[in-house]
């Protein structure tokens, strides 16, 4: 696993956790997950545009999509949007070890991990600010790379 | 009557070293300014460097990307320079990209957009990276006359907001002379590229700012970690004046040669010296500075081919200790040797050391290595440099030695190969003379401006206490050729030169 990857999970899970909260029940987290993102399409096309964003969800959805035979049935429009008929019936099929993921933080964390690489921390938690502007992520810890 | 009180602009910092002074202090506050250049010359770079100096909380910044360089990636790079302060991107500093609105190419929307944005944020600082791009999207619909009406209600617009604003764009030469967006920006910057050999040289001009007068002409650019920084033509002394109209004579450290100079050069004098390899030049040097420091004049030695311990062996070699005075911060030693370097970089890093040391005195050893280290496209106006750059160390006050190396020709007493006896106040010229099957050293004042000074040519001999001078040559003649011959009373020359031989 990259370490980039590794260093955002817990927010990644987070980010989760929050849709959940604010979201109906009986949502699957692959659901959720998509929630998530286009949750962040916003900001994100704010700050780099719908190419921008659809690029780079793209490339988080390819590189999950190694780990998540489920992800497989998601495809992005080409309005920036994740769509699947199949969500709804998706059972968990994750293929990687690690406990820490299921597969709805996977695809997070891979845009996540994308964020941290390209315009760094900061950045990357301003945006999730605009996207969830009464959520203090100030004090969320990323796992650094040096711990990993 | 009185007058009535003219309006105040206040002038920003820049955050980029030497660019406010090229600016005439500063950029104007709510000025409407176009950053132009060829790719890669460090448009963004500038203007990001800018907007992180500027932005506060109070007064945050917007960045409008366009259709340029895509904001993941240009972030990536930008965010590895010192001046990018992350903690500004929590709340000061906004990226917002503009690129859907631009690809259809439909202005009044992106205006529309960037107006949104400036009355929601509110921002000091606004800039549109790239702007060219929207000239493109227009274009494609024959909207020129768009175009103009649009950069019009933008600066109308963030003037009012009260927001200075920076448009990026890559402009080729040609446009700047009629594009119609230029006559709306009080700023016009220009930044260039040019590779040289295997030298990147980096070059900026202020083509126009309303309000305030800039230093005129094309400054020399570096981007290091730290961001971009400007060396102003001036070299940061706009403001300094000789200190002292009426110089005092100080010694250029070997008595005898003060002598000649009718009791030593003027303070705050250009002194060149002049001859071959191995005659002494960088001993004088050596002596100029160790006098200096002997007297608590503080020096700078600005060395392009020796290293520093070669150059501080070498004067210990003649019983003069320079060390311990480098050691006590009394000294600096500068050793130039990359091969990129600029006349008005080399002039800042020796600024800079004068500064520190509290110089008075100044020792350029050589201006041949000086020009080697200069990329190539800075030594076509070599002359034109050095006048800059001694003129602005004598503003300083400091008198500067320096050292040139000709190559001795046996049918003439040239100067230097440079032509820039002119730059010097005094001229030293040292050369070999074949004298019955031997080369020894002749040294002649053939300069000093404002002094007598003696008209003999002067045998000198380098000891293990350095220079040396003897008796003058008197009893020969064409001895700027090289190899003289005694005049008719053969005799006296003969005896002379036993005499000479025998010390």
Same mark, same amino acid.
């Given at each position: 696993?990259?370490?980039?990857?590794?260093?955002?999970?817990?927010?990644?899970?987070?980010?989760?956790?929050?849709?959940?909260?604010?979201?109906?029940?009986?949502?699957?987290?692959?659901?959720?997950?998509?929630?998530?993102?286009?949750?962040?399409?916003?900001?994100?096309?704010?700050?780099?545009?719908?190419?921008?964003?659809?690029?780079?969800?793209?490339?988080?959805?390819?590189?999950?999509?190694?780990?998540?035979?489920?992800?497989?049935?998601?495809?992005?429009?080409?309005?920036?949007?994740?769509?699947?008929?199949?969500?709804?019936?998706?059972?968990?099929?994750?293929?990687?070890?690690?406990?820490?993921?299921?597969?709805?933080?996977?695809?997070?964390?891979?845009?996540?991990?994308?964020?941290?690489?390209?315009?760094?921390?900061?950045?990357?938690?301003?945006?999730?600010?605009?996207?969830?502007?009464?959520?203090?992520?100030?004090?969320?810890?990323?796992?650094?790379?040096?711990?990993? | 009557?009185?007058?009535?009180?003219?309006?105040?602009?206040?002038?920003?910092?820049?955050?980029?070293?030497?660019?406010?002074?090229v600016f005439g202090g500063g950029l104007p506050e709510y000025s409407f300014n176009i950053i132009g250049g060829t790719p890669g010359c460090g448009k963004t770079t500038l203007a990001h460097q800018i907007m992180f100096a500027n932005a506060t909380p109070e007064r945050p910044a917007i960045y409008f990307t366009v259709l340029g360089e895509p904001a993941f990636k240009m972030l990536r790079y930008q965010q590895q320079y010192e001046f990018f302060d992350?903690?500004?991107?929590?709340?000061?500093?906004?990226?917002?990209?503009?690129?859907?609105?631009?690809?259809?190419?439909?202005?009044?929307?992106?205006?529309?957009?960037?107006?949104?944005?400036?009355?929601?944020?509110?921002?000091?600082?606004?800039?549109?990276?790239?702007?060219?791009?929207?000239?493109?999207?227009?274009?494609?619909?024959?909207?020129?006359?768009?175009?103009?009406?649009?950069?019009?209600?933008?600066?109308?617009?963030?003037?009012?907001?009260?927001?200075?604003?920076?448009?990026?764009?890559?402009?080729?030469?040609?446009?700047?002379?009629?594009?119609?967006?230029?006559?709306?920006?009080?700023?016009?910057?220009?930044?260039?590229?040019?590779?040289?050999?295997?030298?990147?040289?980096?070059?900026?001009?202020?083509?126009?700012?309303?309000?305030?007068?800039?230093?005129?002409?094309?400054?020399?650019?570096?981007?290091?970690?730290?961001?971009?920084?400007?060396?102003?033509?001036?070299?940061?002394?706009?403001?300094?004046?000789?200190?002292?109209?009426?110089?005092?004579?100080?010694?250029?450290?070997?008595?005898?040669?003060?002598?000649?100079?009718?009791?030593?050069?003027?303070?705050?004098?250009?002194?060149?010296?002049?001859?071959?390899?191995?005659?002494?030049?960088?001993?004088?040097?050596?002596?100029?500075?160790?006098?200096?420091?002997?007297? /608590?004049?503080?020096?700078?030695?600005?060395? %392009?081919?020796?290293?520093?311990?070669?150059? !501080? =062996?070498?004067? $210990?070699?003649? @019983?003069?200790?320079?060390?311990?005075?480098?050691?006590?911060?009394?000294?600096?030693?500068?050793?130039?040797?990359?091969?990129?370097?600029?006349?008005?970089?080399?002039?800042?890093?020796?600024?800079?050391?004068?500064?520190?040391?509290?110089?008075?005195?100044?020792?350029?050893?050589?201006?041949?290595?000086?020009?080697?280290?200069?990329?190539?496209?800075?030594?076509?106006?070599?002359?034109?440099?050095?006048?800059?750059?001694?003129?602005?160390?004598?503003?300083?006050?400091?008198?500067?030695?320096?050292?040139?190396?000709?190559?001795?020709?046996?049918?003439?007493? /040239?100067?230097?190969?440079?032509?820039?006896? %002119?730059?010097?106040?005094?001229?030293?010229? !040292? =050369?070999?003379? $074949?004298?019955? @099957?031997?080369?020894?050293?002749?040294?002649?004042?053939?300069?000093?401006?404002?002094?007598?000074?003696?008209?003999?040519?002067?045998?000198?001999?380098?000891?293990?206490?350095?220079?040396?001078?003897?008796?003058?040559?008197?009893?020969?003649?064409?001895?700027?050729?090289?190899?003289?011959?005694?005049?008719?009373?053969?005799?006296?020359?003969?005896?002379?030169?036993?005499?000479?031989?025998?010390?």
């Open positions: 696993m990259n370490l980039a990857l590794h260093s955002v999970q817990g927010l990644a899970h987070k980010l989760l956790l929050l849709e959940r909260s604010t979201i109906a029940s009986g949502l699957t987290d692959i659901q959720l997950s998509l929630s998530v993102c286009a949750k962040l399409q916003i900001p994100l096309t704010r700050f780099a545009g719908p190419v921008g964003f659809s690029s780079l969800l793209s490339r988080a959805l390819a590189s999950a999509s190694v780990d998540s035979q489920s992800l497989q049935n998601i495809d992005l429009g080409p309005d920036g949007v994740l769509r699947s008929s199949e969500v709804s019936n998706i059972m968990p099929t994750l293929n990687h070890a690690d406990p820490n993921l299921n597969e709805g933080s996977l695809l997070i964390a891979h845009l996540l991990a994308l964020l941290k690489t390209f315009i760094g921390e900061q950045l990357m938690i301003t945006l999730l600010s605009d996207a969830w502007p009464n959520v203090s992520f100030d004090k969320v810890e990323l796992d650094t790379e040096e711990k990993s | 009557m009185s007058k009535p009180n003219k309006v105040t602009i206040r002038k920003l910092l820049t955050g980029v070293p030497g660019l406010d002074e992350q903690e500004k991107l929590k709340s000061t500093i906004r990226f917002i990209n503009l690129s859907k609105f631009a690809l259809e190419g439909d202005l009044n929307s992106v205006l529309d957009e960037i107006i949104k944005e400036v009355g929601s944020f509110s921002p000091g600082i606004v800039v549109v990276d790239s702007f060219r791009t929207m000239k493109w999207s227009t274009q494609s619909g024959d909207t020129t006359g768009e175009l103009q009406a649009f950069v019009q209600k933008l600066a109308l617009y963030l003037t009012s907001w009260q927001a200075t604003t920076f448009l990026i764009g890559e402009y080729s030469d040609k446009e700047i002379q009629n594009h119609p967006i230029f006559t709306v920006a009080d700023g016009l910057f220009w930044l260039y590229q040019k590779a040289e050999g295997n030298s990147i040289v980096r070059k900026m001009q202020v083509m126009k700012l309303r309000g305030q007068a800039s230093i005129p002409g094309i400054h020399t650019v570096r981007i290091t970690d730290s961001g971009m920084q400007i060396f102003p033509r001036t070299f940061g002394l706009i403001n300094q004046h000789k200190p002292n109209p009426a110089p005092k004579r100080i010694s250029i450290g070997v008595p005898s040669l003060d002598a000649l100079m009718g009791g030593g050069i003027h303070e705050g004098n250009s002194v060149l010296v002049s001859g071959p390899s191995g005659a002494g030049k960088s001993i004088l040097g050596v002596h100029f500075i160790a006098k200096g420091l002997q007297v /608590g004049e503080p020096g700078v030695i600005a060395i %392009f081919e020796e290293t520093p311990g070669t150059y !501080l =062996r070498h004067a $210990s070699q003649i @019983g003069l200790d320079l060390s311990t005075h480098k050691k006590a911060g009394k000294l600096e030693i500068i050793y130039l040797r990359p091969l990129d370097l600029s006349v008005d970089e080399t002039l800042h890093d020796i600024a800079e050391a004068v500064a520190r040391t509290g110089a008075k005195r100044i020792v350029l050893d050589s201006l041949a290595g000086f020009e080697m280290a200069l990329a190539p496209g800075f030594r076509t106006d070599f002359r034109e440099s050095l006048y800059r750059m001694i003129s602005a160390l004598t503003k300083l006050g400091v008198t500067v030695l320096s050292t040139i190396e000709t190559q001795d020709k046996f049918d003439s007493f /040239g100067l230097s190969n440079y032509n820039i006896s %002119f730059l010097s106040d005094s001229i030293i010229r !040292l =050369r070999y003379v $074949s004298i019955r @099957g031997r080369l020894r050293k002749l040294l002649a004042i053939v300069k000093m401006r404002g002094s007598a000074h003696s008209n003999d040519m002067y045998e000198y001999r380098i000891t293990e206490t350095g220079i040396k001078i003897e008796k003058p040559f008197n009893n020969y003649r064409g001895l700027t050729s090289g190899i003289p011959a005694p005049w008719d009373n053969s005799e006296e020359s003969d005896a002379d030169d036993q005499e000479n031989e025998s010390e």
